[in-house]
């Protein structure tokens, strides 16, 4: 069964302390991965496609890597505005019209 | 653009009423997508549509759901009747080409069942 998990479940940092999220996935052939940032009250924002493994994408103090089993989203010297929580989702090769989710890390930067 | 409406963003009802959700997506995108999110199952799928036209549904957890899109620019997802566990918040989504990273979400509609 395709799945998604994501480590860990909270994350509290010190705003300028790096550190890294995980999504873990098991599908039948991925067709791509995906991170969004979700703030409270709010729908989801994308943020990130990826598509093959050693894939790198990067955006201001966000860089996301993708292996064969699972991605990171590495955080660099965070800061307040950073806290959000984070979703990654999968599409399966043999699944065009799906994704699945993960249930997210919810990540807060303490000033 | 003011994005991807929905409305109401809060809703409260009592268990067996009628629930009627409404989507207005981003002015030109065809493709629109109503999603639930529950503390429980994460962010899901419901619906999609293409063109107005409902692409798959499979996500729909049952047949007291259901989706129209009668025009490009407006979309329903009614639940009757309503239950407790339908408590969630629905978002509806628009993107031009169906790509998933192409997707707008809306504010969410919080939905609470009594």
């Known amino acids: 069964e395709d799945q998604v998990t994501q480590s860990p479940e909270a994350l509290r940092l010190q705003e300028g302390e790096s550190s890294s999220l995980n999504c873990s996935y098991t599908?039948?052939?991925?067709?791509?991965l995906f991170w969004y940032r979700q703030d409270p009250g709010k729908g989801p924002e994308f943020l990130f496609t990826l598509y093959s493994a050693g894939e790198e994408k990067e955006k201001e103090r966000l860089k996301a890597t993708l292996t064969k089993k699972e991605s990171f989203l590495h955080i660099t010297a965070p800061k307040p505005e950073d806290s959000a929580t984070y979703l990654c989702?999968?599409?399966?090769?043999?699944?065009?019209?799906?994704?699945?989710f993960g249930p997210g890390t919810s990540l807060s930067v303490i000033p | 653009d003011a994005g991807v409406i929905q409305s109401p963003r809060h809703e409260v009802t009592e268990m067996g009423q009628e629930v009627t959700l409404r989507c207005k997506p981003i002015s030109g995108h065809d493709y629109l997508f109503w999603y639930r999110q529950t503390m429980m199952r994460g962010l899901e799928l419901l619906i999609y549509?293409?063109?107005?036209?409902?692409?798959?549904d499979s996500g729909m957890p049952e047949d007291r759901f259901s989706a129209k899109m009668p025009n490009a620019s407006f979309s329903t997802l009614k639940i009757q009747p309503s239950e407790p566990r339908d408590s969630a918040v629905y978002f509806c989504?628009?993107?031009?080409?169906?790509?998933?990273?192409?997707?707008?979400f809306g504010p969410g509609t919080r939905l609470l069942v009594l």
């Open positions: 989702a999968v599409q399966a090769e043999t699944s065009y019209d799906k994704v699945i």
């Open positions: 599908v039948s052939g991925l067709r791509g």
């Open positions: 549509f293409n063109n107005n036209v409902p692409i798959d």
């Open positions: 989504a628009s993107s031009l080409g169906g790509g998933w990273e192409t997707q707008y």
